[in-house]
């Protein structure tokens, strides 16, 4: 009989997230299982919260890992902090900021947005502006772009609302461990990532963190979080209660993954892991320009670790990808939105962040468009 598994490729993972994973970290995977309240299992909770304090820089109690990817941080944010007609300001400039807007609103958040041009960043002086004009409970932003390739400026903006009184929720789901982000000293309220991008492992889990005010805020609601499932309170009794309390079945497994993903980044270093990306970001960009490519963002706010290319005049754009994946193996990834036909996205996070991969995808291409 045949078995699907076996038709499997090896696939180089060059694309907005999954990206390639360390074998180290699926010799992890390949653990054996224990319970998800095993003093063991418990041990190594404990161990993932102190490797995620030092990977996102904060001291926040509640760091922890919720078991889903990181759409599940975002709505965890999102139905832990919003209380209905609680006044949010969200600057938008992409896909995924755009979802900002639809997950707030659903929770009964009053939602405005500041708008800017897809593929600019966020203007630090236009969102201080916009909170002299109107007091807001919440301003929310992504740190990186995944659907544009811009990197925003988180850094200038967190001491902005701060300032403004009001909590500031960060998407940081491509950015994490690529780029500097340094929770505590940028004024960070709320964050949430993924697995699978710039930290280095399949997809399935959802770091998060939330600062003593942020909680405060979610202990003094008027009515219970609506969701059990993603219910910071809940979950921080599974986390660091005493006796620990069962709330869902961890997948153990994944969190091993995870756990060996993170020790990699340590042992590097964080900032020796961001220096990498920036390192075969600049590298993968010379060589696409050697081939007549140019980016959609300009140089000062490119996101590293995720690569806008302008499609070529006279190119199919979809028929590179699937030569890509077919004959080479590699993935890329399309554009969405409304950049869709218009752009590849090449991602370098993770495993796949090295001059080797980059050095294979550019020979790829370089046939495929027969330059
Ligand atoms: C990928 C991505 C998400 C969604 O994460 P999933 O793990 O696919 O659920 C959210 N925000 C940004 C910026 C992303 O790149």
Known sequence: MSNLLDTIDSVLLMGPGPSSVNPKVYQALAKSTIGHLDPQFLGLMDGLKESLRKVMYTKNE????????????????MTNLIEDGEPMLVAVNGYFSERLVEVASRLGAQVDK?????????DPSEVAKKLKEKSYKFVSMVHGETSTGVLNPIKEVGPIVRAAGAYFIVDAVTSLGANELHVDDWCVDALYSCSQKGLGCPSGLSPVTFSARAMEKIAARKKKVPNFYLDMTLLMKYWSGTPR??????PANMYYAFYEALALILEEGVENVCARHKEVHEYLVAGLEKLGLSLLV??????PNLNTVLIPQGIEEAAVRKELRQTYKIEVGAGLGSLAGKIWRIGIMGHTARKENVDTLLAALKKILGR
């Open 62 to 77: 509640a760091t922890i890992t919720l078991s889903g990817t990181g759409s599940s941080g975002m709505e965890a944010v």
């Open 298 to 303: 300009e140089k000062p706010w490119r996101l």
């Open 114 to 122: 500041i708008e800017f041009p897809w593929g600019k960043p966020v």
């Open 245 to 250: 309390g069962y709330h869902h079945t961890a």
